[in-house]
């Protein structure tokens, strides 16, 4: 390992522990620089400085300071870099005070010489002055971490989450669209059940993914703020301003965010377990599309595949492999990801006006959004470059054809009268069954007897149904002579849910 | 254990596996009683006869039975008991199969003669017939089964655990109100921080839990039904309406709950998961209230105290103990119940229409409900018989005195100009400290210095504070030599959530 | 719901709330019964009169109290109910307290009148009365209750878990030898892989069950108890004897069990967690095979089927479903059980001497016997009745011949000289693979071209692989010629691991 | 946020998303860097050569190939940099055959002109080629990376994790020995117990910490490799050599570590999970004490401290905080990592031969390391630094006596023949607390009546109790009238667990 350190830039990325850090910093390194915006330590230290500066202009409308002092202090607060907070942080052991320390620095002109800065030169004494004694003043730590947080993941979800979350749910619904009329077999417990259309078994995906984003946007846009102090009623702040509480949601609506109700020392934390919820929960449904899909892709069953690049090598050991790794590598996130939420279940117990035992579970929070823009950018490409072999979907509707016509022959022999016929239809489906086993081990594989027509054959020669087919109108009997006939609305309820999505989300 | 099965109906409870149905049916008997009634084997089987009468009833309304029929089937469905549909099931093993068999046995009079139904006779044989027929025509047992646990799970919320958390909201607001002006020390990192009062702290979880409880009560009430068969696009339905999702919705406006929007064979499992979020996050509100009521009756702090029975044994070996064991029972439950919700999160992953792999998960969802309600009552009871110690409140709040000074210190010597308060005042903290400071292995226990002015004092005769100090308006100075002059809005805060939340709740 | 109380026995199982006392009591009856037996409140009680006993015999070998006291305090205990227990702790709200005091009433003949009881008659007083004395004396309520925790979990596993648990694997072991030679494709990502046998399939779980199995029970046989007393320093045994900690072994080891090597109020933790984790990874794997045999019963593949019983309804509305309903029941277990791990571990955490924060959760504890053995139970019929197609899986495996042969090809190639054989095997089998392919919205199915030597006969005449297949021994042509030849050491290694846990388990 | 991209080598830390990328890198830059050595993405690639390496001379050793083939492979193999092998990847969109392309470029002399490697030159074609045909010949991709994992994360144990956590048992021993005579309460409940030493709170951890290491060292050194092949049955490795289970374990015996008794593609996933227990459970003991510490920080109790700096600041705004942040630190990392064992019981299900829903979730497996290494750094330094007041700790057994008494008093009441001590103790408890009572609100606090001798001086005038305390020893009287002498044997047993694991680790 000797070699460590060698390769400047590189070197990081590769020396790093997080796989976000490396292996998916290369792989999705749009998504990473994106939520690098909003998610790093720089990005914090930013967004911290954003509330401070919105603090003080507050009180500098109040009169308690000069606008052009507020201003000053904006303009150092920009120049900030995270590495003099950590050089303060290494000297305090106190991260927000750092942050404080540093803005003064840069007002007192001791800032490490950088170009610009030194250009700049110190400011104006007096106004830097004043500006300093206001900065943070009347806050606690927590009312900025704690603000800052909120704003971050609100843009973290509308920058980087919601854009792709959506182009999911769009390409999802084309497809859904595209094949709502395409004939496929239904499966339940793995097994054929009953006729859909491959557009309905997406449609499912395109409703409960679009109302989880709905969901998940509601909560990001519902994450709270506070400027209340250490413990949460304004005990400094009301030695500054007579109405803390009006300061508060003034200071957060200039952010774009309203304040907790109420707060303790931290933000009541059910807004940020509510987004946490949605998101993990959208991640199951993602989850859920993946895993469908990934087994549609089973050798056996092949209706559909992944694209596969023609560089691109499947297996080091087996030339021929074709893996849907893009979809197992959805549900791993989930694997990894969903269990995050006891962590932030947990965070919800904070004792008294708080206690600190978040200071390490709330900082993997952001991980979160790496998930969830992860995962959706991941199965959008799977969705949008998905090979679909309607044929492979029609030969086995056909070959579950023999038994799927069980439910409508019992349907519509109960409808015409027979006085047991889910009973009746049981026997006939096993009778059709022994008439096609062969001795063996096992029993006989489904397509053995291609004939669609075995169990209503069986029926129209059963002296107990044979009666009350009889009675059949020339459509029923349609239906059961072709189980194509038998798909109910799937095509229907399918365009009209991809409609519903098109419009709720502007597709 | 040879004696097992000696005693008749005890046995059956002490017999039980789960604590649920030994130990809390005992302790908890009419909270249990109520939970049965919606939760139980029994009610479950009454609730999925609900769906398939209200099923059967939208049918005659169409015409495809006479009325008569259908109110023959409800009155045969209203006699099944649970022992036979068990004793069905254990020839079908298949549940809803059996509860259909077992209503046939009442129709044709097969039924075990017990008093009420050899009175009544068989029905009326064509009738009868009639009913039978259309009996679970065209349903998939899910589209009941999942119907039948929408509309217990809103039962049990509405009935069991509703008023029970609204009491509790309701005692909590009560006491916060008592409590609004009682000065007490605030905490954070388990230290003592700035003043608050009692009503503050409590006030907190007012607005917590009341809106938990609204989210919780919005989570009920979105659960979802179906009538919409085996793979959820009406295929067996389609041949007996043109309008199968009018029917849907018309069978569950009937029963009060609206159809899931898409559905498989089961209905989109993201209404009940957010349900469980709503609870599990609830509980989680309860369990930080119930560590806070804990810590605050450490022996070193008891600043308020569990109720206690005269016969009440506290150790059964130390007789003087006086343990917060109810605190700390609503604690434990927090521990056994939210990991649930990762069973919750795995059954939102279902294969194509579904695979059974939640069929003894979702059996156990249903104890949620036990445990939020047993959290509320018991947290309720411990709220309720609460003993607080006013006295050991200020006692604490006079010794955190000298030290809690810092904080309006800094800010008013900012205020009135000091060009870095801050520091200023940590300087001379940690001289006040020094000065009380005595030799030993440890650092000296906060009271060793009982006098509130010991920082104030400091900072009078320092040469770099003093000065500012002098421009203080008395106002400002009382706040520095009375902290109870510093609570900030403490009180206002907390009566004007308390009327908040006796307005949205009715209280 | 007015009918709830009518039928005497069945009602208490009907209204139970948890699902393990009322549908699995009656489905798995003779599992419920022997689990009851263990881990009942009923049989906790005969488990924490054991430990009391063990102790006063203990004492009275030290000469404390007469051997005839401490066996008629043995003689009253086991005429204790579980009813005199409870209606004590309603009078005293403590349990160990309560359970005490129900001797005493036995011993001072005040008990309910019961016919044995009465017979007896109150015993002499003298003896009785020291009896008394020394009852629990210098024990605290958790020396009983964890050490007869750690006494029923050892029972619970060596009486119900182990015997169900060893005969899966015994019938594992039994399929897997059986199915050792029968050839079965191997698949990775749900593709088709290179070849194996059936038996090998199972024979990773006929290891991976049986080190579990042992892990558990190490883990069983290594929970600990306590007689330490209030905060495990022995400070009231201290009064009362010299040598505590070897009364403590002695007590301990007299109910079969080693004591914690250090306690507070409460045995260390961490053996029960250990036992927790064993059950939990050992419940994981068999959730992995009931998965396995779940996906090869999809219609579409078919290689195995669960036995289905003559009268057996699939569906309530397709009368032609087979559904693998035991394996997913296996899978729902595990999603039910698996997360309460969770608990077990924030259980870990007690403060100080302890806390009694686990006060409920660790009641739940128990449920996880019954989830393992219950999955071990179905999971043993599953594999018992299993019927293996092996024309089905045969077919798979010539399906899947023409691409499997890429890897044995490249071996072959490399070994014998090619200068980058897997590059050109990926190249051939693409080759082979656009040969097949016919147009159409979407890629060509697997089976269109049955011609099991496509990439081989591709291979013979491609210029660049042709000269080194030229070089291949007749036995190595074999393999690529048939790859029935290239199933390396499935069997040998199959028939090596059943005899090995044969002989560990004593199969 | 334009600024993003200035500074070069401090950037890639502060953009990183991971919290162990960027702030944790920072505060605890030697762990990080060890741990990077064993578990970042280039000490990965590094592990996965070394196994391609082994394997190589495995080969050559039975005369596939030249010995000087093998080792210019393993010399091209070092050159290798990830930089090189995530470009190849990029291409071939798999990431073991990018290793294996990358190799093969430094042997051809192709790789990127770095100055060593020029220098170097192409090797000689022959041996190269040679080299290259065999280079990963017979492998699958997870041969190397479930054997490469294996040897890092044994590494990551031993190197890092190990040194770490011994030291922590260390530092609780060596603070246990030197108090282990220290007079303390014990707390259960959170209330005043009996007398223990401080010594003996800590000997508990000495304990659990000693035993959960030993635990995590037999799980790391029980991690197993595989060279098994595409399904674990060695389809491709039987074309090569006649013992592949020979081969197997010779190329791990060489790497230093043994097979997995059965493979499928994948090893058994439970050395893993047994690792991951061992991990998670011993970080839970680590929070288990910091919670311990945290509350005795509490200012109310004050019998420790963590160390401070001179220039800490304890918060931004109230300048006399001193918390106990690190302590909630480790109690903060618990929350954030145990979770994390759910991830690793879901990989326990593979499908089949194995699927790959474990590529990403198994990639975050590493970070336990560092949570684990850092929370016993972390709490090595709260301990080695840590305050003790043992006035404090006097003083709260002082206040507890009046109260504590009970139970010595109780069980020699007993012993000397009073009929129901227990009882008779309570009530003189009662009436000793009654006569301190005072109106108001609330009880009365503990402190209220500091007369030590309260319950005994009760029981002295007490006719029913006076009898029998007349018949106690002086040495009993004594244990009555000072609870000093009532620590049982806290100091003995503290001894003798530190020497125990003093011995165990060599410390």
Redesign the interface.
């Known amino acids: ?1 000797e ?2 350190g060698q ?17 998916y910093r ?1 792989a999705e390194a749009q998504l ?1 620089q994106e ?3 909003c ?5 914090l230290i ?1 967004y911290q400085l954003r509330v401070e500066i919105a603090y003080v202009r507050a009180l500098a409308r109040r009169g ?1 300071l000069s606008q052009q002092s507020a201003e000053i202090l904006a303009d150092a607060a920009r120049r900030v ?3 003099e907070v ?1 050089a303060e942080e ?5 991260n ?2 750092a942050l ?1 320390n540093a803005v003064r620095r840069h007002l007192e002109g001791r800032a490490p010489a950088a170009g610009a800065d030194t250009a700049a030169g110190p400011v104006a004494p007096a106004a830097g ?1 004043e500006a ?3 900065l ?6 927590m009312d ?1 971490v704690d603000t800052a947080n909120a704003l971050r993941y609100k843009d973290a979800f509308d920058r980087v989450v919601w854009p792709r979350w959506r182009r999911l749910v769009e390409s999802v619904a084309n497809l859904a669209e595209r094949e709502s009329d395409t004939p496929a ?12 259309t491959f557009g ?2 997406l ?2 995906y395109v ?2 993914l679009g ?2 984003l709905l ?1 998940a946007q509601a909560a990001a846009h519902d994450l709270r703020g506070k400027i209340a ?12 301003v007579p109405d ?2 009006q300061l508060e949601e003034e200071v957060l609506a200039d952010l774009g965010i309203r304040p907790s ?2 707060s ?2 931290i933000v ?1 934390p ?1 807004y940020v ?2 987004l946490g ?1 949605a998101l ?2 959208g991640l ?2 993602m ?2 599309l993946a ?2 899909l ?2 549609l ?6 209706e ?2 992944e694209a596969f ?1 023609a ?15 893009n979809s ?2 959805v ?6 990801f ?6 932030v ?20 929070f ?2 979160l959004f ?1 998930a969830v823009a992860s995962a959706a950018d991941r199965l959008r490409a799977v969705v949008e470059g998905l ?6 979907m029609l ?2 509707l056909r ?2 054809a023999p ?2 016509v ?3 022959l ?3 022999l ?2 015409a ?6 009973e009746a ?2 026997r006939l ?1 096993l009778a059709a069954e022994s008439a096609r086993a062969q001795p ?7 397509t053995a007897d291609p004939a669609p027509g075995a ?1 209503l054959a069986q029926a129209l020669c059963d002296p107990d149904a044979a009666p009350w087919l009889a009675r059949l109108t020339p459509h ?1 009997r349609e ?1 059961l002579e072709d189980v194509l006939h ?5 095509a229907e ?1 399918t365009r009209r ?1 991809v409609a ?1 999505w098109r419009e709720a989300l502007g597709l």
């Open positions: 390992m070699d460590i390769h400047s830039a590189g070197m990081d990325i590769f020396a790093n522990i997080s796989p976000i850090d490396h292996r290369q990473w939520l690098s915006e998610l790093s330590e720089r990005a930013h308690l870099t995270p590495e950590y290494a000297r305090t052991q106190h927000i005070r404080v002055a300093l004694r206001f943070h003043l009347g806050l606690t730590s900025v077999i239904g499966r339940t417990h793995g097994q054929y059940a009953v006729p859909i309905w078994s449609a499912e409703q409960r109302e989880r969901k102090g250490a413990v949460g009623c304004y005990n400094a702040i009301c030695l500054l803390p509480d109700p109420v303790t020392q009541a059910e377990a509510d919820h993990v929960s199951g449904v989850a859920n895993d469908d990934r087994h892709q089973r050798s056996e069953i092949a559909v595949r690049g560089q691109q090598v499947g297996s080091s050991t087996m030339p021929h492999k074709r893996n849907p790794w197992e590598h549900k791993s996130l989930w694997k990894a969903m269990p995050r939420m006891f962590t279940y947990a965070d919800q117990i904070s004792e008294h006006q708080r206690d600190l035992t978040n200071s390490a579970s709330a900082r993997f952001p991980e790496f090979q679909v072999d309607r044929e492979a030969r086995h070959e579950a038994s799927v069980a439910e409508p019992y349907i519509l109960a409808q009268g027979h006085p047991n016929a889910h239809v049981r489906t063996g081990v096992a029993g006989t594989p489904p169990v029923q239906v038998y798909r109910g609305r799937a309820k849910i519903r």
